[in-house]
């Protein structure tokens, strides 16, 4: 069974970090593209960044020179190190696997106060 657990979200002032994780059973991380994307209230789920099997990233330009996704294979884990965060940064953030088969996790709350 696939499990994509994401942890580290909470509550921030604005100018915080917060580093989220992505620990993955029953796949191996390294094989997939991976995916961080965030959901607002009222609004469509959009990427924020990712990074492909080889190590390539690509980030949302509202999030460049801010956030950092990054993987570790000896842990099967993915981060996204979240600096300078603002309020327009609120959302629940997910991480996706995305290959033959596309694989999400529950989402992990990330609350920025101004």
């Known amino acids: 069974q696939v499990q994509l657990v994401e942890s580290g979200g909470g509550l921030v002032q ?7 994780s992505c620990a993955a059973s029953g796949i191996i991380l390294s094989f997939y593209a991976m995916g961080w994307y965030r959901q607002a209230p009222g609004k469509q789920r959009e990427l924020v ?3 492909t099997s080889g190590g390539s990233t690509t980030y949302a330009d509202s999030v460049k020179g801010r956030f950092t996704i990054s993987r570790d294979s000896a842990k099967n884990t993915v981060y996204l190190q979240m ?8 959302a629940v953030y997910y991480c996706a696997a995305e290959g033959p088969m596309d694989y999400w996790g529950q989402g992990t709350q990330v609350t920025v106060s101004s």
């Open 14 to 20: 604005a100018g915080g970090s917060l580093r989220l």
């Open 83 to 90: 600096n300078s965060l603002k309020p327009e940064d609120t």
């Open 49 to 51: 960044a990712d990074i």
